[in-house]
């Protein structure tokens, strides 16, 4: 658990939740919720990425941003809209255990390099 970078929860409603979303893992500032059943290091630091996106975004317009950003990739990207969501490109990239430091050498707003980008480029 780790109040800088998010509170980490696992089971009860935490599971719930994920459950009713079917996903793995979520963040809602500043929470991460994680499905006990897919538990994972990798999972967290990925969380971790997104609740630094909220925090420096102000949490609500982050959350505006991201479904306007999803809403226009949809008709160019379909079932794969997700993945191409500014936000997710920088979590993606950065979740491993390669950048297991990456919250420490992050600058603000690093998600705003993955705005222009296809997830073909990184």
């Known amino acids: 658990m780790m109040i800088k970078n998010g509170i980490v929860l696992r089971g009860g409603a935490a599971e719930k939740w994920c459950r009713f979303w079917n996903v793995s893992g979520m963040?809602?500032?500043?929470?991460?919720?994680?499905?006990?059943?897919?538990?994972?290091?990798?999972?967290?630091?990925?969380?971790?990425?997104h609740i630094r996106q909220q925090r420096e975004m102000l949490v609500v317009p982050f959350y505006i941003w991201y479904?306007?950003?999803?809403?226009?990739?949809?008709?160019?990207?379909?079932?794969?809209?997700?993945?191409?969501?500014?936000?997710?490109?920088?979590?993606?990239?950065?979740?491993?255990?390669?950048?297991?430091d990456y919250l420490e050498q992050r600058k603000p707003y690093s998600w705003f390099k993955y705005l222009w980008l296809s997830s073909l480029d990184y």
Do not use: C, Q, T
Not at 28 to 46: A, K, N
């Open 67 to 100: 479904v306007l950003e999803y809403l226009i990739r949809l008709p160019f990207y379909g079932k794969d809209a997700y993945y191409n969501i500014s936000f997710e490109r920088e979590a993606y990239s950065h979740d491993d255990l390669e950048y297991s």
């Open 27 to 49: 963040s809602l500032w500043p929470l991460i919720l994680v499905s006990g059943l897919r538990f994972s290091e990798r999972l967290v630091r990925h969380e971790m990425i």
